[in-house]
């Protein structure tokens, strides 16, 4: 571990997030300000996010209706669903849209922190290295990085007690 990467080691709970638009400049809070996550960084390299929306709907827990509905969409698509799929489907779609969750090898230099994402809720994140632009004040990390004709700024407050600050580890 570097010098670089040894602050940011433990468990920071979400405390905002905010989207800029790079070509308007209009701030939207994401998840319409319902967000809360978590990230942990480990001593090892590792770095672990979980993120949700607070307002997604619940899902049903009936496997069955589950699987029916998944074989259901792979042989056809949603054109054919019954109107009790339909039902099943929208809450786990609106479930899907307000999660996001990664993990993987994380490094860091003076200015950037990255990720490597292994695992992810999104397939379209796999195999990503996220570069975020990094700030510590006090007990604070502010992570931001562009991507796709955005802004996003996360500011994380450390939960756990940093390991220089001679708690047991």
């Known amino acids: 571990m ?3 990467e ?13 989207v800029t638009n790079l ?3 209009n701030i939207t809070p994401y998840y319409g300000g319902r967000e809360r996550g978590f990230i942990i960084y480990t ?33 056809s698509g949603s054109a054919n669903l019954t109107p009790d799929q339909y039902e099943i489907l929208t809450p786990f779609a ?8 990664y993990c993987g090898p994380y490094t860091a230099d003076a200015t ?16 990503l290295t996220l570069t975020r632009s990094y700030t510590f004040a006090d007990d604070t990390l ?3 990085g562009d ?5 996003d700024t996360l500011l994380w407050k450390r939960i756990t007690p940093h390991p220089d600050d001679g708690a047991p580890s």
């Open 23 to 25: 070509s308007s400049g």
């Open 142 to 144: 502010t992570l931001s």
């Open 43 to 75: 001593a090892d390299g590792w770095v672990s996010s979980s993120i949700t929306d607070t307002g997604r709907p619940v899902n049903t827990n009936d496997r069955e209706a589950r699987l029916n509905l998944v074989d259901a969409l792979t042989d």
């Open 6 to 18: 040894r602050p940011f080691v433990g468990i920071w709970e979400l405390q905002d997030w905010q």
């Open 112 to 127: 950037h922190v990255h990720h490597e994402v292994k695992s992810a809720g999104r397939p379209s994140h796999m195999g």
């Open 2 to 4: 570097t010098a670089f």
């Open 94 to 101: 609106l479930s899907a849209l307000g999660y996001l969750g």
């Open 147 to 151: 991507a796709f004709g955005f802004r």
